[in-house]
């Protein structure tokens, strides 16, 4: 089990505020750092993996002290265990991908382990390879392999999928949930990607401004099907999106919504508009009753 | 007719040894300016490069007044370690490592810069000690800028002449160095001679800066 109770004053675009958070992880549970870019959300990783200190407070895991500000304890990041995934991968260039899976064996570890990643995550055939060869996607494969190839206690993922295309985005989640389960492995993603978050992790926090301001199962926490807090949203479908524009038609109002990475244009009543300007965060509801479902093809 | 190969030997041994100690001083000290949050880091980089634009009778004069074994440096070198400074080879090293300094540690600096941080820090998460990443990760992965450092800072030495001329005098094969030698012949209106020192230190000079052109080119192209 891992237990955080840190803070840390930031400075960022909005200006100066302090992330303060205190959280426990079971072990082997998959949890999602949720939020707006600039809420923290990466610090809290590289916290935990050692790379940037806290200003106060604690990390400990298992029995381990990592960091104690009272006692003056820092455990270096070469010492946690801790395996991360760089959002650009951080992969050596100098060394092939089976070189770098080698290069982060434990001293000691059976080089068979490379063996078996390398096969586990259809690497076989670019072992020879060099990272500036690779695609997007490939290059993630190899950054995960690597994670996996040091042994670690703790995974962390700092938006794992973010520069990948959907349809490989999406086999990569499935492999990291197929990898996570098979190494039974305690993991924290930082996304800002709903859909992702949802898929993935047993449980997500909601950052904002540093503070977590929800947390939970990703149903309860977005408020979606039978999770919905009140009857009004339950059992309908329920978008979060964001009004690019409200126009005026006669006595109704026109709302032009962004939906994911889709523009769709909506009928609203005055009452719904009172309180909207541009730029707001919305749910939209619709009544789940006989939707048309067409399978695309990925 | 024959000529005296001695200076342009002495020329070479000079060089080497004068790379040699400037890659085993120069590259940890240009990780360090890479990554250091040292305050008074500006200070330090001006120093590194006040070579760069001083004339070299300024460097020269103070390296001879600090050479001389009536100063504390003059004299530590000579006590405890038993070197003279002064008028001797050991002095055109010491010079030359001050002198070429810059030119190895700039490029080498500046390929440590222009690395991702996350290379490193990967190496960190990954357990990997500060040793095996500056081995292992980071020098592997800056080899064009460490190829450009030491071949400037060798052929930098080539050519030094004025703080040569300024402390080391003029030797026979102690500190005459073949740009010291082409001078002198001039002087005793040998042309031929000095001819013969300045087409060997043009080629050279020309062969090794082509390689290096040549040797990065490949090398990025390995990466492209």
Redesign the interface.
């Known amino acids: 089990m891992i237990e955080v109770d840190i803070s840390k004053n930031l400075n960022s675009a909005q200006g100066k505020f302090t992330l303060s958070l205190k959280l426990r992880i079971e072990p082997g549970e998959f949890i999602s750092l949720f939020g707006d870019s600039g809420a923290g959300k990466t610090t809290v990783l590289r916290c935990l ?3 940037e200190l806290p200003d106060t407070g604690i990390i400990k895991s298992g029995g381990e002290t990592w960091f104690d500000h009272e006692k003056n304890i820092m455990l ?9 995934m ?3 991968f ?1 992969l ?3 060394m092939t991908v089976r070189g770098n899976l080698e ?2 064996l ?1 001293p000691g570890a059976k080089k068979r382990r490379v063996d078996e990643l390398l096969e586990m995550m259809g690497l076989g055939e670019l072992q020879k390879r060099k990272p ?1 060869t690779l695609s997007g996607g490939q290059k993630q494969r190899v950054a995960l392999a ?2 996996l ?2 042994e670690p206690k703790l995974l962390l993922l700092d938006e794992p999928f973010s520069a990948l295309d959907h349809a490989t985005r999406v086999r990569l989640q499935d492999e990291v949930v197929r990898l996570q389960r098979h190494f039974g492995l305690t993991t924290v993603m930082v996304s800002h990607d709903i859909g992702e978050v949802y898929k993935l992790s047993q449980r997500v926090l909601l950052l904002e401004n540093g503070r977590i301001i929800n947390q939970g199962a990703p149903a309860e926490v977005f408020k979606v099907g039978l999770h919905a807090a009140n009857k009004e949203t339950r059992g309908k479908f329920t978008f979060a999106a964001e009004v690019l524009e409200i126009e005026t038609a006669d006595v109704v109002f026109a709302v032009t919504l962004l939906v994911g990475n889709q523009i769709v244009r909506v009928i609203a009543t005055s009452e719904e508009v009172k309180n909207l300007q541009q730029g707001d965060r919305v749910m939209m509801m619709s009544k789940a009753f006989n939707p048309v479902l067409v399978k695309v093809g990925i | 007719m024959s000529y005296d190969l001695q200076p342009l030997f002495l020329t070479f041994k000079l060089a080497a040894i004068t790379t040699l100690i400037l890659c085993v001083i120069g590259i940890p000290f240009a990780y360090w300016m890479a990554f250091t949050k040292f305050r008074f880091k500006p200070v330090v980089e001006t120093l590194v490069s006040m070579p760069l634009v001083l004339p070299p009778s300024v460097l020269g004069f103070y390296l001879l007044l600090a050479f001389s074994p009536q100063s504390f440096f003059g004299f530590f070198f000579e006590n405890f370690l038993g070197l003279k400074l002064s008028f001797s080879f050991s002095g055109l090293v010491v010079a030359s490592v001050i002198f070429s300094f810059p030119f190895l540690v700039h490029p080498v600096q500046s390929g440590f810069q222009s690395l ?1 941080r ?2 490193s ?9 500060r040793w095996q990443t500056f081995t ?2 980071l020098l ?2 800056i080899k064009p800028s460490l190829l450009a450092g030491v071949v400037l800072s060798f052929a930098h030495t080539i050519g030094e002449f004025g703080v040569v001329m300024m402390i080391g005098g003029n030797l026979p094969g102690e500190t005459k160095v073949a740009a010291i030698a082409i001078y002198d012949e001039v002087e005793s209106l040998n042309y031929a001679a000095a001819n013969f020192y300045a087409v060997v230190l043009f080629a050279v000079c020309f062969v090794i800066l082509l390689t290096v052109y040549l040797l990065n080119r490949k090398l990025f192209m390995k ?2």
């Open positions: 993996a050692g790379l270096p990041a070469r010492n946690r265990h801790a395996g991360y760089f959002q650009d951080a050596f260039p100098n290069f982060a434990r500036d690597r994670a190839s040091a | 991702p996350s290379l820090e990967a190496a960190c998460t990954l357990g990997k000690s292992q990760v592997p992965n990466i492209a």
